[in-house]
C-alpha cells in the first residue's frame, strides 16, 4: 500500500485547508484510515479515523471542525481531511495512514504535509 499526502500549506486562523491522500495498492485489504499530526517534540497524536463501514473517529480537539471523507477510485482510494475554523494549535505535520488485515495488520504511511496556522 502505499499513501501519497498533500494539500498543506500556510492558512490564517479561522481558515480552512482541505488535505489529500492518495492511497495505491492492495486497498482491498485496508481496514481503516485516517490522519494522525505531529509538532516537534511531541508524538505522533491521532486525528481522525474511518473504517471499512464508513464509521468516522475524531480527538475531541478537532470534533466539530474537521471532517474526514474518502472517495472509492477503480485502483485508488482518495482520502480526505477537510479542516475548517483552523487555530494555530492545528499547526504539525499531517500524515494519512492506513491499517490492512486482518489476519496479520500492517501499518502504512504518507509522507506528511505541513500545516501552518498563522495569529
Known amino acids: 500500500v502505499q499513501l501519497q499526502a498533500s494539500g498543506g500549506g500556510l492558512e490564517q486562523a479561522g481558515g480552512s485547508l482541505r488535505l489529500s491522500c492518495a492511497v495505491s495498492g492492495s486497498i482491498s485489504s485496508i481496514n481503516v484510515m485516517g490522519w494522525y499530526r505531529q509538532t516537534p517534540g511531541k508524538q505522533r497524536e491521532l486525528v481522525a479515523t474511518?473504517?471499512?463501514?464508513?464509521?468516522?473517529?475524531?480527538a475531541d480537539s478537532v470534533k466539530d471542525r474537521f471532517s474526514i471523507s474518502r472517495d472509492n477510485a477503480k485502483n485508488t482510494v482518495y482520502l480526505y481531511l477537510q479542516m475548517n475554523s483552523l487555530k494555530p494549535e492545528d499547526t504539525a505535520v499531517y500524515y494519512c495512514?492506513?491499517?490492512?488485515?486482518?489476519?496479520?495488520?500492517?501499518?502504512?504511511w504518507g509522507q506528511g504535509t505541513q500545516v501552518t496556522v498563522s495569529s
Open positions: 474511518i473504517r471499512r463501514s464508513g464509521s468516522t473517529n475524531y
Open positions: 495512514h492506513s491499517i490492512t488485515g486482518p489476519p496479520i495488520f500492517f501499518n502504512y
